[in-house]
């Protein structure tokens, strides 16, 4: 099983060996900005760590009595051991719906997403709690912004509320103090169950990545730098600053210095000791100015973990770590203001108040309805209600299946593919899950399509596989794909999107609301892999809600490889038999013996003995830190592949890059030249350019990438190094992942001992909290009922 003379013994004792992603655990423990593989270019989402240079200097990082002294870890987590979406409810489905590794119970319910409900309109008997919530939301976010419209100053430190904001509050404390929520919520309910389908929301802009950010005015800038100089904090984030919060970014942060907590890179440290150096004793750690923007960055740091919302009381844990006096409070304020909107998720059936009369107790007026708060930005929360109302009406579709449909589904390759083909003929949404094999179902259903005389529009997460198959960004902002109708809408009958576990809600939401009416959608992905770099787990999210047919593949991945990654899958480590070395184990004692054996394998070893190119052999490691990371392996496999001097900002004709010119995106290409316009790039045999003030933060080197950059492609050949200070890091998604995108042959360059099988073994993915099961969940039971 080995290409290499120290492999041969440890491969028959060790099968591979993966790489090493963050496990719960240790996210848990982490600073967000650490050095992961979910940092900087790699396609995962967040901004590069200050080990760059990327962030700024301390502002005060000093203790004092605006924080802690120590900066608390922002993990989402609600307690030892708990993750934010709180404890598994519900085991995984046999369809995979734990592509996250979190729990399934996400029964939530949010705020009607196109009916329109009288404001008078009276309570019926035949609303379920679940519809009355979807409706009362709304209505309370209208009477949010009324409120804030009509307000002519903050509520001032210590101000009495009233009114409306006053019964908001006294619900969120009865709910979290175990009682029934108060009738506010639900007096207001729309007189009749929504129907579907309903109709299309106004569809996105045709491309929103295109949208020009507007640059401050030289007077905006030097006015904010006047401000951070008086508060002690770098001038050179006056740009940003101003940017970020308007021409009138000096007064806001005079107003409140917390403010600059808007920039990604300002920690909560550093905005305290800017607060303290402007406002003296006044800023202390309870101000309301404080409190609110607090709340508002835990929740951008949730999303960037992959939450769209978080539950109250870990919410309220993570304040009290960064030192406010009283989290409720703080919680409860940042609801009034509207800064943060509030939902509750019906858990389970309602339940009978304690009553001496049996009939009292069964009587429905009694019965208590179980739930739990979640507070989430309003944006995430958007996007997840719209996209919730678009798989709906596209799930509400019905189709007469034709004796055409039936003759496709009897010349269909596969038996697995006959089933996908005869769901798909009946439905307007189906989900089908499989592994690398189980790909070509969704590719016959294309073809099959397309012979019937339907515009068919096959979209996947990473460029390359056909000439008829399209990215879904690529597909989004129009510069691929069939285009847009008069309407805005996707000018086809069937969309296929490979990869669904890659979705996130943001870009979910766009592709679904493009969806035209009478058209059919399929979700297909493997839900072992790694989740999406943004916010949400939508694919586990549509599985879990189980609102439309779902297809599992039978076709198994072939080979050794394929027997290796399935077991994996499962929680399993098995030693497979490899007569073709296409497993080869290659043990190492420490990071720099694995960086030498990594250049050595890519190099000499598997060019050798499979006759596989370098430039076709992909290196994958845990993160771009450290001895063995990207950084360290990339400079190694760039001084044995390409030397050079590294002429243009680093890199030189001919090199491998990675090129991110979106969070989530991660495109492999080439060096060919710079000039004063830039680096320029060769992909697919297509020239692109990158500005040259971009190219450090959107090109780095790629021969060795992470495995979040590597979801969605595979290569003839891979290695996987894990370093010893890897151990910590691995979980069975990531194991999956990294062994799953060897095509012919996988080398492991193993330095981790037995934290290998306990990753695979007990580790499973990080849970992620959002509301999209239960929004799903309440449409589909309001659509049920009789109109």
């Known amino acids: 099983m080995s290409t290499d003379p120290q492999a041969d013994t440890a491969a028959a004792e060790n099968p591979a060996t993966p790489e090493a992603e963050p496990s719960a655990a240790a996210e848990a423990e982490a600073d967000p900005a650490a050095d992961t593989d979910r940092t900087g270019p790699d396609g995962s989402g967040t901004a590069e760590p200050a080990e760059d240079g990327a962030g700024p200097a301390a502002v005060h990082g000093e203790a004092g009595e605006g924080g802690p002294g120590a900066e608390p870890p922002v993990s989402g987590r609600g307690g030892e051991g708990e993750s934010p979406a709180g404890p598994e409810t519900e085991t995984e489905t046999e369809t995979g719906s734990g592509a996250d590794g979190g729990a399934d119970a996400d029964a939530g319910a949010g705020p009607e997403g196109t ?5 008078e309109a009276p309570a019926t008997p035949a609303l379920s709690e679940a519809q009355a919530e979807l409706a009362a939301q709304r209505i309370e976010r209208e009477r949010i912004a009324r409120r804030k419209a009509e307000r002519e100053a903050p509520v001032a430190a210590g101000a009495k509320l009233s009114g409306k904001a006053a019964d908001l509050l006294a619900a969120v404390r009865a709910v979290e103090g175990g009682a029934k929520p108060s009738s506010v919520y639900f007096d207001d309910a729309p007189a009749a169950p929504r129907k579907a389908p309903v109709a299309p929301p106004a569809p996105r802009p045709a491309a929103p990545a295109a949208v020009a950010a507007s640059v401050p005015s030289a007077d905006t800038v030097e006015g904010v730098r006047a401000v951070l100089a008086r508060g002690g904090a770098p001038e050179a984030l006056a740009g940003p600053a101003a940017a970020a ?12 210095p917390w403010r600059l907590l808007s920039l990604p890179a300002v920690r909560p440290t550093q905005a305290d000791g800017f607060a303290r150096a402007l406002l003296g004793a006044e800023a202390g750690p309870g101000d309301e100015r404080r409190t609110t923007v607090l709340v508002g960055w835990l929740l951008t740091q949730a999303g960037l973990k992959g939450h769209t919302a978080l539950e109250a009381p870990v919410l309220e844990k993570a304040l009290a770590q960064y030192g406010v006096p009283d989290p409720a409070e703080a919680l409860e304020l940042a609801i009034a203001e509207g800064s943060v909107l509030v939902f509750h998720e019906p858990l389970g059936p309602p339940v009978a108040g304690p009553s001496e009369n049996a009939a009292d107790a069964e009587d429905a007026e009694d019965a208590e309805q179980p739930v739990r708060v979640l507070v989430g930005l309003e944006g995430a929360a958007m996007a997840e209600e719209s996209l919730a109302d678009g798989l709906a009406r596209l799930a509400a579709g019905t189709f007469d299946a034709s004796e055409d449909w039936e003759r496709a589904a009897g010349s269909a390759p596969s038996p697995s593919a006959s089933e996908l083909i005869r769901a798909v003929a009946g439905h307007g949404l189906v989900t089908h899950t ?13 073809a099959a399509a397309r012979e019937l005389g339907l515009r068919v529009c096959l979209a996947a997460h990473a460029p390359g596989g056909g000439p008829d198959r399209v990215t879904v960004a690529g597909l989004l902002s129009g510069a691929e794909g069939p285009g847009r109708d008069t309407d805005g809408q996707f000018s086809l009958d069937l969309l296929v999107v490979l990869d669904a576990p890659q979705l996130d809600v943001e870009t979910a939401a766009a592709l679904v609301e493009s969806v035209p009416d009478g058209a059919r959608l399929v979700l297909c992905g493997d839900p072992g892999v790694l989740g999406s770099a943004g916010a949400g787990r939508v694919f586990a999210d549509v599985l879990a809600a189980r609102t439309c047919p779902q297809l599992v593949s039978r076709t198994p991945d072939p080979g050794p490889l394929g027997e290796l990654v399935s077991g994996v899958g499962i929680g399993e480590l098995n030693q497979v038999d490899a007569p073709g070395k296409e497993v080869v184990i290659v043990p190492v004692k420490d990071a720099g013996e694995a960086v030498h054996r990594a250049v050595q394998l890519v190099a000499e070893s598997v060019p050798r003995a499979f006759g596989i190119p370098a430039d076709s052999v992909q290196v994958i490691t845990p993160g771009h830190g450290g001895s063995a990371g990207t950084r360290a392996l990339n400079a190694a496999l760039k001084e044995r ?9 680093g890199f030189d004709p001919g090199d491998r890059v990675v090129h991110v010119p979106s969070a989530g995106r991660a495109l492999p290409a080439r060096v060919v030249s710079a000039d004063a316009e830039g680096l320029h790039l060769e992909r697919a045999g297509a020239r692109i350019v990158v500005a040259k003030e971009l190219v450090e933060s959107q090109v780095r ?4 990438v992470t495995a979040h950059q ?21 979980s069975r998604d990531w194991v999956y992942t990294a062994f799953g995108r060897g095509e012919r042959h996988l080398s492991v360059v193993h330095g981790v001992d037995q934290a290998l099988p306990h990753a695979v073994a007990e580790v499973p993915a990080k849970p992620r909290t959002t509301r999209l099961t239960g929004l799903l969940t309440a449409l589909a039971t309001a659509g049920a009922q009789p109109g």
């Open 434 to 446: 499989g592994g690398e094999a189980a790909r070509a179902e969704p590719v016959a259903l294309a």
């Open 701 to 704: 080197h790629g021969w060795a």
């Open 115 to 119: 009916a329109e409900p009288a404001a």
């Open 710 to 730: 590597a979801v969605g492609t595979r290569w003839p050949a891979v290695v996987v190094v894990l370093p010893g200070d890897a151990a910590q890091a691995l």
């Open 641 to 649: 592949l390409n030397p050079g001097p590294g002429r243009f900002g």
């Open 245 to 256: 919060l308007g021409e009138d970014a000096a007064g806001q942060l005079t107003e409140n």
